[in-house]
């Protein structure tokens, strides 16, 4: 199984541009989530998924939409972006609400550097 | 309401000492608490994890403490090792509203040979 499978590994953006991260897992995880990791202060919740069809905003949810057609699929779409999403971005799954059984699976991560 | 604090940032052991990192709690809707492990490059994964009806849980090496009146919460590594390098991050999750793990601000784990 590749877990969860996260694309593009590394990206340069300019101010102002677009960009869609993609993720994805094969587990048939229901529950699926985007989070970015900045230096010192662990991970944010950007938005996350209960199943198909289904998102919800998480902590830092501005400048970031989210999409869940497919329960493989989870993209986080960047609009205009900024310096301050300047980070590195992980999708994760996981089996049940709290990933409690196998905790919750990361994908190995985006780094993103827009200027 | 949502926060947890963790604390130390960063942390040198040296091998065969006993590292521990401390985290805790607002929200008292939280009712299960992991902890993960990050190495550079990777993403976190799940070291071991408690919920608030015991005050230990251990698995090898690691162990967990919970002070459900204090709202603490730590993680205590016996005989650390050089290969326990890494970050680690504590976390909760409410039973109801945001149903999301919350991390903590991760502690910087050195252990020297």
């Known amino acids: 199984n590749a877990g969860v499978t996260q694309t593009p590994k590394f990206r340069i953006l300019k101010i102002g541009q677009s960009m869609t991260l993609q993720c994805a897992q094969d587990?048939?995880?229901?529950?699926m989530y985007w989070y970015r990791q900045d230096p010192g202060m662990g991970l944010k919740l950007i938005y996350y998924s209960v199943g198909a069809g289904i998102t919800d905003k998480g902590e830092v949810p501005n400048g970031y939409n989210v999409s869940r057609s497919t329960t493989e699929d989870f993209p986080l779409r960047l609009e205009l972006a900024a310096p301050s999403q300047t980070s590195v971005y992980f999708c994760a799954s996981s089996y049940s609400v709290q990933g409690a059984r196998g905790g919750y699976t990361f994908g190995s991560g985006t780094r993103l550097t827009v200027v | 309401q949502q926060q947890v604090k963790q604390s130390p940032q960063s942390l040198i052991v040296q091998k065969g000492g006993i590292s521990i990192i401390n985290c805790a709690y607002e929200n008292t809707a939280f009712d299960y608490f992991p902890w993960y492990q990050q190495f550079p490059g990777k993403g976190p994964a799940l070291l071991i994890a408690i919920r608030p009806d015991v005050s230990e849980k251990k698995e090898g090496r690691f162990t967990i403490s919970f002070n459900k009146s204090a709202k603490q919460f730590s993680l205590h590594i016996m005989d650390s090792q050089p290969g326990d390098s890494a970050t680690y991050f504590c976390a909760a999750i409410p039973d109801t509203g945001r149903r999301a793990l919350t991390f903590g601000s991760g502690t910087r784990l050195q252990v020297q040979p």
């Open positions: 587990m048939n995880h229901n529950y």
